[in-house]
């Protein structure tokens, strides 16, 4: 595998406009300024849908051309978008749809058009065409395999009860969780990705604090863990490689922006340098990238200047949040059966007690405040 070396990686990032560097620093320290902010007014909305309705109008008509794949303004085929237009047109058309993918990509209409391209086709890839169209999907019932259900019970992906202090929703991954089923590497990713897919969608449609999420973005504050006896061969390098390009298309399909990483990872500095080439290539991400491996102490201090601080921080990594994410997720599975008459159904007949064991945290505390 070719690699660029630590000085290669940094010397891109320095090559950035100072602006754009000054940016992301802001970004990593919830340090907002005024340029930073975008006033969404009534009149402003109106005005970028209508431009990204011209175009997705505009690369649709490109790509009517089937002899080619794609279509020349965007990287991703249309098909996908198309037929979810067809099957769900109220829902794929509405202003609060299309509005979450204006605000991931900062109100660039292009941009937007194009994630929400990749979206529709990531979203048949991820739950089939059966399930892709419906409009409050994915649901953690769409995901029934073992690996994933028991993951999602120990919290292997979890979205944390609060806010970083730039208002940002924190994405947690523990990585030792997604071995504890004992599943392969490939298996490992596949499951995580599914599962930061539909945590994502859980936060963006909150009832409560939706629009501000989007508004906001997401952090991911990420930590790998202990991993089981047997697993350990496999370099923090060889595994970005193999997510590189699912991780890519996934992270260009959200309809959330991912703003910065925080990656809490004691004494594996070379292997995440390593790593970072390959998970973030995009240098905007690469920018917005910060690692923590010092002790446990010395990393709640620094996330703590980046604007996380140790209430917000789970027990895995020294912090002091307990959070009942058993009880969390039998609420999400309730709303779940609520919200779909088609769940569970003769296909899909996951029982709730198969995500929900013996696992649970010490104290509850409410989600979101």
């Known amino acids: 595998i070719k690699t660029k070396s630590l000085f290669q990686v940094n010397l891109e990032i320095a090559s950035l406009p100072i602006e754009e560097r000054k940016k992301a620093w ?43 794949p794609t279509s020349s303004s965007t990287n991703c085929t249309t098909e996908a ?25 900062r109100y660039d209409v292009t941009k937007a058009a194009n994630r929400l391209f990749t979206y529709w086709n990531r979203k048949v890839d991820l739950v089939g065409t059966d399930k892709a169209f419906r409009p409050l999907s994915p649901f953690l019932f769409d995901f029934v395999d073992p690996a994933f259900q028991h993951a999602m019970n120990l919290g292997g992906i979890r979205l944390l009860p609060y806010f970083d202090q730039a208002g940002r929703i924190i994405l947690f ?130 996330l703590k200047k980046c604007g996380i601080p140790p209430d917000a921080v789970p027990t895995e990594l020294g912090g002091e949040l307990h959070f009942n994410y058993t009880e969390w997720l039998c609420d999400q599975l309730a709303f779940e059966e609520d919200t779909s008459g088609e769940m569970p159904s003769e296909e899909n007949d996951t029982d709730d007690s198969m995500f929900v064991d013996e696992f649970d945290y010490d104290e509850e505390i409410e989600i979101y405040t």
């Open 173 to 302: 991954s523990y990585r030792q969780y997604w071995y504890e089923e004992g599943g392969d590497e490939g298996e490992v990713n596949d499951v995580m990705l599914k599962a930061i897919w539909t945590m994502v969608h859980l936060a963006v449609t909150d009832p409560d604090h939706g629009e501000y999420i989007q508004r906001n973005g997401m952090v991911i504050l990420a930590a790998r863990g202990d991993i089981p006896p047997g697993k350990k061969e496999d370099t923090v390098l060889h595994k970005a490689n193999k997510m590189k390009m699912k991780w890519h298309d996934l992270i260009k399909a959200l309809p959330l922006q991912l703003v910065c990483t925080h990656h809490v990872a004691p004494g594996q500095v070379d292997q995440i340098q390593a790593a970072i080439q390959f998970m973030f290539s995009n240098v905007f991400l690469r920018a917005r990238y910060r690692q923590y491996t010092g002790s446990p102490e010395e990393n709640i201090k620094a």
């Open 81 to 105: 978008y198309e037929l979810a237009q067809f099957v769900n047109p109220e829902y794929v058309n509405s202003d609060e749809f299309r509005l979450m993918f204006l605000r991931a990509d």
């Open 26 to 68: 802001r970004d990593l320290h919830c340090q907002a300024a005024p340029e930073d902010e975008i006033e969404e007014t009534p009149e402003f909305r109106a005005e970028k849908l209508h431009e990204l309705e011209e175009t997705i109008d505009t690369i649709i008509a490109s790509s009517q051309d089937r002899t080619r």
